[in-house]
């Protein structure tokens, strides 16, 4: 059973990508008794390497200690990363050249922020932005869907979003929100420069306070009769958006 702050990382990827971030947060590990995988046994080396403890299990109890089937013969209990607040995330910006940032306005589905994780480390932000209330935080279940990348890009998770979005614009940072159809076209922005891309949640979008709070607000052309895109997807359009300019630079 785990704590308050520990879950399970299941299979080797959530694993891996948590060794090559912190190992000093994985606590032990299981493996499918009997079964035969290069890729679990040189898993196994390297947990015992870093002195992390890892026992054999029959298949049912390792799919009972994971409450799941999902876990490709491997399972470890670990302590989740630590989030930011409003203090750290100056402090990250701080001498920051030309800081991308994605911001998620109330965004409440772990799958969807785990794919908004993935995508902006893929992207090369420098972090991704949460109120702390009315949306998900770090989970397991977000790590899972990030490929493990959460333990490595900071999650920022601020008390009043509004207000943390003033102090970036202090802070020389622009902000945009996608605004649907209210917003002008997103391709013609400027992301070149210090940027935070701001997204609302899955039903409702930007709630009115994000929304006043922005610099600009942006649409993605979208084919007539589609209203939007999974906010993961629409995080992936803007943001790589935001690498091809800076590419060309």
């Keep these: 059973m785990s704590h308050a702050n520990e879950d399970f990382l299941l299979g080797p990827n959530a694993i891996e990508a948590q060794l090559d971030a912190d190992p000093s947060r994985v606590l032990e590990a299981w493996v499918e008794e009997g079964k035969r995988s290069p890729r679990v046994e040189a898993l196994q080396n390297r947990l ?9 299990l029959a298949r049912a109890a390792l799919d009972k200690r994971a409450a799941s089937d999902r876990h490709q013969g491997i399972v470890a209990r670990f302590r989740l990363p630590e989030t930011l607040d409003e203090h750290d995330l100056l402090r990250l910006i701080d001498g ?3 800081p991308l940032l994605l911001v998620l306005d109330g965004v409440q589905d772990p799958h969807n922020l785990g794919a908004c994780i993935r995508t902006a480390a893929a992207a090369g932000a420098l972090a991704v932005i949460v109120p702390k209330d009315r949306a998900v935080g770090l989970t397991a279940a977000v790590l899972r869907a990030s490929a493990g990348l959460a333990a490595r890009l900071p999650l920022v998770r601020v008390t009043n979003l509004a ?6 614009k202090k802070a020389g940072i622009w902000i945009g929100g996608a605004a649907g159809e209210q917003g002008s076209d997103f391709y013609a ?13 899955e039903g409702d979008g930007l709630r009115e ?7 600009y607000l942006w649409s993605i052309p979208m ?7 999974n906010v993961s997807v629409a995080a992936a359009v803007m943001l790589f958006e935001a690498v091809r300019q800076r590419g060309l630079r």
């Design 223 to 229: 084919a007539p009769g589609v209203e939007s895109l």
């Design 96 to 98: 920051a050249k030309a």
């Design 209 to 215: 306070l994000t929304r006043k709070t922005c610099d």
């Design 163 to 168: 207000r943390t979005l003033e102090a970036l």
């Design 189 to 201: 922005a400027d992301l070149t420069g210090p940027t935070a891309i701001v997204l609302g949640n």
């Design 48 to 56: 015992r390497g870093h002195g992390i403890a890892v026992q054999r």
